[in-house]
């Protein structure tokens, strides 16, 4: 019953995160302070993991074709399709569940906690559009994240493959560009786009209507991360199925 | 002016007001006073429509709050100062932007505007030279101010204030006392406060109400409640031997 009314919430939250719009000139601050944020605050660390972890999948592709039928390309093609089909929209996004949907849920809790929700309330501001609306429009950037991790993830296997004498800088650039499918990139960013909804939302839902003082702060900032996270991974396997099932 | 008829509020159970009826007049400092869980913060919180109630009327200058449109409830709100127990100062802007955050959102008024009206504000309170500090870098008597500033800076009808005298040295609070009547009178507005500092019923209670158990025990002023003789008030208000005390010379002088 609990989780029919707290779905019911989040729906009118998304409904009010659209009424009576703040100031442009306000808002429009706010846009680009969760830019920073949220966006650009994110860059180092998706870049330092997409990175890396493109270099572990090249190595373990490597590592694991023993038969000599297999071609040497193969590590290339299997990086690059791990890397955008799902590391770089699905993993990242839960990395930034717990990086950008904490601190989301943080700040909004605390202004909770601390009556300022209360206070934007009481001088008749939309609270929910004033605070979530700004997230989700500096989330609609969150695409040109994602390409950066899969850029960098690519390059990361080719650094290891090539550095790591796994294989040659000429079969790994063949297998990146062997058949390639472009809707393969067009469905990574509609799960990038749906994923980027999930992050500024969710998050918010459960900072907005926490109670309590500042020890519920920190559980409703677990309780986001883990609530993120599973609707991340449920609506990677419905759009899986619906895009490339 | 604003009139309260028959108001109830529960959360589940818990019946927290049960049917006050009072009025809250216009240049007038009117503090609710009651014990810890007596419906305090529940009744003021119903006056600014934070929560819904479920019985009676709250009407403002003759409005039905509840009859209200949602356009008309954010246009009385605008109407509107709240100081909050914390201060509820946006932590994200240092303090000349807290003050002038109200006329960024309510009025088409010019930078240059802003901060002249955020400056004059901002001396009214005696808050000269600490525009550009955070509002972690303030002290309390300090964000207390800052809080009344941003609250009276949209020239509001209504002024709301809870407990802004909580976690105050003695002689701060008597300042922000002073300065929240100062600011009544200039401004004409309906200034309404929660308190339980005795120190503030004495020196600005111009109409008293006091709530308990979710039920108005009594109504008066700061020299009607030297007179009461209701229990419930005489043993909260002079539960201090200092306040008996004091109780006891000003019958005595005035007998």
């Known amino acids: 019953?609990?989780?029919?009314?707290?779905?019911?919430?989040?729906?009118?939250?998304?409904?009010?995160?659209?009424r009576k719009p703040t100031k442009w000139s306000v808002m429009k601050t706010l846009i680009f302070k969760d830019i920073d944020d949220l966006v650009i605050g994110s860059l180092g660390i998706v870049a330092f993991i997409a990175f890396f972890v493109g270099g572990v999948v090249a190595i373990q592709t490597s590592l694991n074709i023993n038969n000599p039928l297999i071609p040497k390309y193969l590590v290339g093609f299997a990086t690059r399709q791990s890397i955008i089909l799902e590391f770089a929209p699905t993993f990242i996004s839960i990395i930034m569940a717990g990086k950008v949907g904490s601190f989301i849920?943080?700040?909004?809790?605390?202004?909770?906690?601390?009556?300022?929700?209360?206070?934007?309330?009481?001088?008749?501001?939309?609270?929910?559009?004033?605070?979530?609306?700004?997230?989700?429009?500096?989330?609609?950037?969150?695409?040109?994240?994602?390409?950066?991790?899969?850029?960098?993830?690519?390059?990361?296997?080719?650094?290891?493959?090539?550095?790591?004498?796994?294989?040659?800088l000429e079969d790994y650039?063949?297998?990146?560009?062997?058949?390639?499918?472009?809707?393969?990139?067009?469905?990574?960013?509609?799960?990038?786009?749906?994923?980027?909804?999930?992050?500024?939302?969710?998050?918010?839902?459960?900072?907005?209507?926490?109670?309590?003082?500042?020890?519920?702060?920190?559980?409703?900032?677990?309780?986001?991360?883990?609530?993120?996270?599973?609707?991340?991974?449920?609506?990677?396997?419905?759009?899986?199925?619906?895009?490339?099932? | 002016m604003i009139e309260v008829k028959d108001l109830h509020k529960s959360f589940g159970d818990a019946h927290i007001l049960k049917g006050i009826s009072t009025t809250f007049e216009k240049g007038k400092t009117n503090l609710v006073i009651g014990q810890s869980g007596s419906g305090k913060t529940v009744f003021l919180k119903c006056l600014l429509g934070l929560f819904e109630y479920e019985q009676g009327s709250i009407s403002y200058d003759g409005k039905v709050f509840k009859n209200l449109t949602r356009d008309e409830k954010t246009d009385l709100r605008s109407d509107i100062g709240m100081v909050f127990q914390g201060s509820a100062l946006f932590d994200s802007m240092?303090?000349?932007?807290?003050?002038?955050?109200?006329?960024?959102?309510?009025?088409?008024?010019?930078?240059?505007?802003?901060?002249?009206?955020?400056?004059?504000?901002?001396?009214?309170?005696n808050l000269d030279g600490a525009h550009y500090k955070m509002p972690s870098e303030a002290s309390g008597g300090m964000q207390k101010r800052v809080a009344i500033a941003r609250a009276i800076v949209n020239n509001p009808k209504y002024l709301f204030c809870d407990e802004p005298n909580s976690g105050l040295d003695p002689k701060t609070a008597i300042v922000i006392d002073n300065l929240i009547q100062?600011?009544?009178?200039?401004?004409?507005?309906?200034?309404?406060?929660?308190?339980?500092d005795m120190n503030s019923v004495m020196e600005i209670g111009e109409k008293i109400v006091f709530l308990k158990n979710g039920l108005k025990e009594w109504e008066g002023s700061k020299e009607t409640i030297f007179k009461t003789d209701n229990e419930a008030v005489t043993g909260f208000v002079y539960s201090s031997e200092l306040f008996k005390k004091v109780r006891k010379m000003y019958l005595e002088e005035n007998q």
């Not at chain 1, 019953?1 to 995160?17: A, S």
């Not at chain 1, 300022?116 to 989700?136: C, T």
């Not at chain 1, 003082?213 to 991974?233: R, Y």
């Open chain 1, 1 to 18: 019953m609990k989780y029919l009314h707290n779905i019911g919430t989040y729906f009118i939250m998304i409904k009010d995160m659209f």
């Open chain 1, 105 to 168: 849920t943080s700040s909004i809790g605390t202004m909770r906690v601390t009556e300022q929700i209360d206070a934007l309330e009481v001088m008749g501001i939309n609270p929910i559009n004033y605070l979530v609306f700004p997230k989700f429009i500096s989330l609609l950037l969150y695409p040109f994240l994602i390409s950066i991790a899969m850029f960098l993830g690519v390059l990361g296997g080719l650094v290891a493959c090539v550095y790591g004498g796994y294989g040659t």
């Open chain 1, 173 to 245: 650039i063949q297998g990146v560009q062997t058949d390639l499918i472009v809707f393969h990139i067009i469905y990574a960013f509609i799960k990038t786009m749906v994923f980027a909804f999930i992050l500024a939302t969710i998050p918010s839902f459960y900072g907005y209507f926490m109670k309590g003082g500042a020890l519920e702060v920190g559980k409703a900032s677990t309780t986001s991360f883990v609530w993120t996270s599973v609707v991340i991974i449920i609506l990677n396997f419905l759009l899986t199925s619906l895009l490339l099932g």
């Open chain 2, 94 to 125: 240092n303090i000349l932007e807290n003050v002038m955050f109200p006329l960024r959102m309510f009025t088409k008024l010019s930078e240059d505007e802003m901060k002249d009206r955020a400056d004059f504000v901002l001396k009214r309170v």
């Open chain 2, 182 to 196: 100062e600011i009544t009178d200039e401004y004409e507005m309906v200034t309404v406060i929660n308190s339980h």
